[in-house]
């Protein structure tokens, strides 16, 4: 491992030590770097800001180990949920915040392209599919964000299953009645 990841690695660990104890907009840099006996220089030569750094946990944790499995949009969706329910307080914590360079903006920026892939093989041809990967995932995520802010009481499985049992039942009704 280079000598850049093992900073940035030090740096998650701090961040998510902290973001145990107290909300992420009430970290600093200072706090961060205070950790891992580093300086706020060090910081700033890897990560533009904080929400860069939970972000980059987001990635390296989770997207690199998912980003190039032949899986469907559900078991993307199922696995994304078991890997916040394992970490439930850390991005309870990051989807606390809003706005710009927010982990919840960044989720997005995630999430989009995946389902375009997936919804383009629905919808062929179809000019909307852009809009349609917006509204999915939007509603994914405030889904997800509210499911962990309020405890994450439901286990993933079954958060999913509801999820998939509200978008299959109302498209099948939809069909129905025409």
């Known amino acids: 491992m280079s000598d850049s990841q093992i900073t940035k690695k030090a740096l998650a660990e701090s961040i998510k030590k902290l973001m145990e104890e107290r909300p992420l907009k009430k970290i600093n840099i200072t706090d961060i770097v205070e950790i891992c006996n580093m300086n706020r220089q060090s910081f700033y030569y ?3 800001d904080k929400y860069d750094l939970v972000n980059w946990i987001y990635y390296t944790e989770f997207i690199v180990t998912i980003k190039d499995l032949p899986i469907s949009s559900w078991e993307i969706l199922e696995r994304t949920c078991e890997f916040f329910y394992k970490n439930k307080t850390f991005y309870r914590n990051a989807f606390q915040v809003t706005g710009q360079n ?3 903006e960044y989720f997005i920026e995630v999430l989009h392209p995946i389902l375009t ?11 909307n599919v852009d809009f349609y990967a917006t509204f999915y995932a939007d509603a994914i995520r405030v889904s997800i964000s509210r499911w962990l802010l309020e405890g994450a009481v439901i286990p993933p499985e079954q958060f999913v299953e509801l999820l998939k049992n509200a978008t299959e039942c109302v498209a099948k009704t939809l069909l129905e009645n025409g």
């Open 46 to 48: 890897h990560f533009r």
């Open 102 to 104: 927010s982990f919840s």
């Open 117 to 127: 892939v997936h919804l383009n093989d629905v919808f062929k041809n179809n000019r």
